[in-house]
């Protein structure tokens, strides 16, 4: 069959990078950035450029919802049921709950990863139809402090700028941030930058020293949560030099007055005691902000999850504002969305006190706009409730059934503990989902099969507000169908379970496609800041930013260029806010301060990711990051368990020395949940204490204390297995984790070879049977294998080789002095045959020498650390060339240049070589 291509949208990050699928029948086959689109112009990132991988039908096999899956008792087995069962059993269920309880009773729980026609069926079907808001998503753990920091600042949730700007920055202000990895093809857009314009600053305030902050002219590590303190100080610092632009203060804003008076205090010796900075970095930050000129603000999760995410937003725009850097080429605050269209589903209102197309639910007018576009006689006034209330409200019982579209709750949200209440106290849990296994599914009484990317139709809309088309390349697998469709169905349903509420007595829903639920919400934003009347989707061939209204010949990219902003006067809004502490500061019980952020190579809770081995090369297991400091102050090695405590929860990992971090602190990637280790994951501990404005939660700072894991009998087992079974075989040996004290499960190796690494630790030896099922499942326990077993002492050592002599599998369980060497044997396909009885005694060191297996860095030409390490050591020149010289050699940071910090920051760090 010949390859057709596909012009369609990256489903990770908000960056929107444009893709070209490659397909051959039913089959995705290829992947390619797409040359034209204006957000990547053909650059794709290590996620980017894998999609087609990930894709694979043995993995689909493997790993996706083929069916409607019913599960009549909760914890108990699922069975395959129809769609039109399906559904009318949801109808039944939801319609019967509204009828007893009201429609306050049932949330529905969606996903910044919906496209606008998924979440604008979604909306309407809540607010229109069930008639009350508890609609969230899980944008709200992740933007919504920048959107309550836009609306009190600027009047309206629009992100002034665009990534045109990146180019036109003289001094590029990143806070909150890690762009390297979270939005790795504006990292690549920003170096073009640099490199044409050296004399571009980038300053980064972030507690971590990421390879963002590695990468920046001045890093700010400022403590943990003091960043309006960091903003008020910069404030201060502009009016006393006399950097401010005073008549664009008179002419455009109010408020200054105030916000004058609130940053007098803030002197540089107390912002750098507060922020436990150094004054002079603090001066030097104000002097490029406001004297090196156009800024533009780069600021992410950073600030937003906070519990004064809010304040944080309003105080970095205050800066902008009082400067007058806005508006104009290379200027402005502008934040980045983490998910792929968070954006489209605040266009939509698809949040609990948000209405469509910006509206707002407190706004009786813009209540009855929105009741005249569905042909409803009203919508509630009542806001909804934010993901974290709408959580507690099912933990509390007040929430009887929660609807789940296209995330994983049960790994994402903060306090695990109440999370898992909430699900299980639930009288009907629905799981809208694309994966068969997300920890949230366990939990449903049915579960939906939705279709995902490279399969659906329809738009997202990125960062700097420029909506693109999804458009789908080949059929969904099995029953799976689109999010929308699933959503009309339902709605379809419910209309003649709920008392009437369409004024006409049609159906609200009579959507045959996507291009219709869109050309509806189209209309909803006539006249309004996003109006998007001048578009169809047959102009969004080229993708294009709002407002593009009627008449219009292309998007606008730059918003308040003429000074008029989107409040009632026209004027953009100083606000004033007081700086305070995280809420749940360090103290003498929880004396470290843990945050959270994202791996390079992963997306959220890895469903898709973490099907692929490559993808774990960069960061390959679950860990507590700690400064080196640290460890050595506590006697811990490197891999030594730790059991972290929070005030919400528990949770044991291995520590791992960084310099990333500093002492008092320490980092876990927000990946890390309980598909791949033992435990609730990350968000066992976090809080849900969040922003009063925002209702964001602080998913960024949680106190906690950490000791020693007393597990002192280990397992470690590792196999290489046909990649058709390899992720199956993963879902058996995480159904062991309940048996084991600390226990990770992740992938390796590159496809077609694919493996598998399991980590186990227990306080004493583990029973035969757990030993005998890990065997099986690895491959381990028929055929030729060399086998030692002491029962008394729990040793017990089982080691299969392949034909050539390399290692096929093994597991290694008891006191094991090392088991790294054997591990790097297996992983290298490097001959084993000749280490005899050292495979099976474990010893510390290696009878013979073996390469070691380090840490990947460049992902696309699968280089280690280790090779670019030996590499440099022959490097001569400048640092340019040198780097030159790496990549002429190994290729590393050639194809998608995520690697490329990390690889500058080893060129300054090696000695120059001979
Ligand atoms: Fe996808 Fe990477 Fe582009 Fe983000 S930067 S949209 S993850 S390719």
Redesign the pocket.
């Known amino acids: 069959m010949a390859t057709r291509e596909t012009r369609s949208?990256?489903?990770?990050?908000?960056?929107?990078?444009g893709?070209i699928i490659a397909s051959d029948g039913p089959t995705i086959t290829g992947i390619r950035?797409d040359p034209d689109h204006p957000?990547?112009f053909g650059?794709?990132?290590?996620?980017?450029?894998t999609l087609h991988l990930s894709a694979a039908p043995h993995l689909a096999r493997q790993t996706r919802l083929l069916q409607p899956l019913q599960r009549l008792a909760r914890g108990g087995p699922t069975h395959a049921i129809g769609w039109d069962t399906a559904l009318d059993l949801a109808a039944d269920r939801i319609g019967s709950i509204v009828q007893a309880n009201g429609p306050e009773a049932v949330g529905f729980y969606l996903s910044g990863q919906l496209l606008t026609e998924d979440y604008y069926v979604f909306n309407k079907l809540v607010k229109g139809l069930i008639g009350s808001n508890n609609v969230d998503t899980n944008s709200r753990l992740c933007m919504s402090s920048a959107v309550a920091g836009y609306k009190a600042t600027l009047g309206s949730d629009a992100p002034p700028s665009c990534y045109e700007d990146l180019q036109f920055a003289q001094t590029v202000f990143i806070a909150g941030s890690n762009l390297a990895w979270a939005?790795?093809?504006?990292m690549r857009r920003l170096e073009d930058a640099k490199r044409i314009h050296p004399d571009q600053k980038w300053i980064v305030a972030d507690p971590r020293r990421t390879e963002t902050a590695a990468a920046a002219d001045l890093h700010l590590p400022l403590l943990p949560g003091t960043d309006v303190a960091l903003f008020h100080g910069m404030m201060h610092l502009l009016l006393w030099e006399g950097m401010t632009n005073p008549s664009y203060i008179a002419a455009h804003t109010s408020g200054f007055a105030e916000l004058r008076d609130r940053v007098r205090e803030f002197t540089p010796r107390h912002v750098a005691q507060v922020c436990g900075l150094r004054e002079d970095d603090i001066v030097q930050a104000a002097r490029w902000f406001g004297g090196h000129t156009p800024t533009l603000s780069l600021y992410c999760q950073g600030l937003n999850q906070s519990s004064s995410g809010t304040d944080k937003n309003t105080a970095l725009i205050n800066l902008h504002l009082a400067t007058g850097q806005i508006g104009q080429a290379g200027a402005g605050p502008f934040s980045l969305t983490g998910q792929?269209n968070a954006m489209g589903g605040r266009e939509v209102g698809g949040l609990a006190n948000l209405l469509s197309a910006h509206r707002d639910l407190g706004n009786p007018a813009h209540r009855a706009e929105v009741a005249a576009l569905w042909g409803v006689a009203e919508v509630p006034a009542k806001p909804g409730k934010t993901a974290v209330e709408m959580f507690q409200a099912a933990a509390d019982g007040e929430i009887r059934a929660l609807w789940i579209a296209c995330t994983n709750p049960a790994q994402s949200m903060p306090d695990q503990t109440t999370v898992r209440r909430a699900l299980q106290r639930c009288e009907f849990v629905v799981v809208q989902e694309a994966y068969a296994h997300t920890a949230s599914g366990e939990h449903a009484d049915l579960l939906l099969p939705a279709s995902t990317w490279g399969e659906k139709e329809g738009s997202v809309t990125?960062s700097e507000r420029r909506i693109s088309r999804v458009r789908a390349a080949v059929p969904a697998p099995g029953q799976a169908r689109a999010d929308w469709v699933i959503a009309r169905d339902l709605a379809r349903r419910l209309e003649r379970r709920l008392p009437p509420r369409s004024l006409d007595g049609t159906t609200m829903f009579p959507y045959e496609t996507a291009e219709q639920v869109w050309n509806e919400h189209r209309e909803s934003t006539r006249g309004r800041d996003l109006d998007i009347t001048g578009l169809s989707y047959a102009r969004l061939e080229q993708p294009q930013p709002w407002p593009y209204p009627s008449g219009a010949t292309s998007g606008q990219t730059r918003l308040y260029g003429d000074g008029r902003f989107a409040t009632p006067d026209g004027r953009a809004r100083f606000a004033a806010p007081l700086w305070r502490p995280t809420a749940e500061p360090r103290e003498a019980r929880f004396p470290v301060s843990l945050t959270t952020g994202r791996l390079r190579d992963q997306?959220h809770g890895m469903s898709r990711t973490g099907t692929l081995g490559r993808l774990f090369a960069h960061a390959s297991e679950p860990a507590l990051e700690l400064h080196p400091q640290e460890l050595t102050r506590q006697r811990w090695q490197a891999g030594d368990l730790v059991q972290v405590s929070s005030r919400q929860g528990k949770l044991v990992l291995p520590v791992q020395p960084s310099e990333s971090v500093l002492p008092a602190q320490a980092f876990i990637a927000m990946h890390w949940g309980p598909e791949y280790m033992t435990g609730l994951g990350v968000n066992a501990l976090t809080s849900g204490a969040r922003c009063p404005q925002s209702g964001q939660p602080e998913l960024k700072h949680t106190a906690v204390r950490l000791v020693k894991a007393e597990l002192p009998w280990q397992l470690v087992a590792a196999a290489w297995l046909p990649e058709d079974c390899v992720l199956t075989t993963r879902e058996r040996l995480r159904a062991m984790f309940g048996r084991m004290g600390y226990g990770s499960c992740v992938l390796f190796g590159r496809e077609p070879a694919t493996g598998l690494l399991l980590r186990a630790a227990l306080g004493g030896p583990a029973d035969a049977a757990l030993l005998d099922d890990i065997e099986d499942a690895l491959q381990l326990a028929q055929g030729p294998v060399l086998r030692y077993a002491d029962t008394r002492s729990g040793q017990r050592r089982a080691v299969r080789l392949q034909a050539d002599g390399s290692l096929q599998a093994f597991m290694l369980a008891g006191d094991l002095a090392s088991q790294g060497w054997i591990l790097d044997l297996l992983q290298q396909g490097q001959p084993a045959a000749g280490f005899g009885r050292a495979l099976l005694a474990a010893t510390a060191l290696p009878p013979l020498a073996v390469s070691r297996h380090s840490r990947q860095v460049c992902a696309c030409h699968d280089v280690s650390e280790d090779s670019i390490a030996a590499a440099l050591a022959h490097c001569s020149g400048s640092a340019q060339q040198r780097l030159q010289t790496l990549q002429e050699r190994l290729r590393c940071g050639t194809e998608c240049g995520?690697c490329l910090p990390a690889l500058k920051a080893m060129v300054q760090t090696a000695p120059v070589g001979v």
């Open positions: 949208t990256c489903p990770y990050c908000g960056v929107g990078c893709v950035g957000a990547n650059r794709l990132c290590t996620k980017g450029s939005h790795p093809v504006l792929p990125n997306w995520s």
